[in-house]
Nanobody, 122 residues
Framework: QVQLVESGGGLVQPGGSLRLSCAAS????????IGWFRQVPGKEREFVAS???????YYSDSVKGRFTISRDNAKNTAYLQMDSLKPEDTAVYYC????????????????WGRGTQVTVSS
């Protein structure tokens, strides 16, 4: 399984921005779809965004227009640009990988990183 490492989390004020990175250890990154999910204590992990191998993107309604998912195959890295952050975006953010096609179902992803904490607070 490919190993994934998330980074870029931190504390930001409401309305601010962060960019999360998801670095993959595997040179087959270009054949992998990447998904970002988030989780708060006591709640299920929820879908945020996903990108397929050909660049097709999907977003949850709660982040559409504020978050942008992208990928750089040369760097084996996917990104989640988060703008206009709200307190309700506070969560641990995880990236997952699966073959080819983007998905909003966490059960479709076989590899996961350990997560990075995002806290939106004044």
């Amino acid at each position: 399984q490919v190993q994934l490492v998330e980074s870029g989390g931190g504390l930001v004020q409401p309305g601010g921005s962060l960019r999360l990175s998801c670095a993959a250890s595997d040179h087959t990154f270009s054949a992998l779809a990447i998904g970002w999910f988030r989780q708060v204590p006591g709640k299920e992990r929820e879908f945020v965004a996903s990108i397929g191998v050909r660049g097709s993107t999907y977003y949850s309604d709660s982040v559409k227009g504020r978050f942008t998912i992208s990928r750089d195959n040369a760097k084996n890295t996917a990104y989640l640009q988060m703008d206009s952050l709200k307190p309700e975006d506070t969560a641990v953010y995880y990236c997952g990988a699966r073959s080819f096609f983007a998905s909003n179902n966490q059960g479709d992803f076989g590899s996961w990183g350990r997560g990075t904490q995002v806290t939106v607070s004044s």
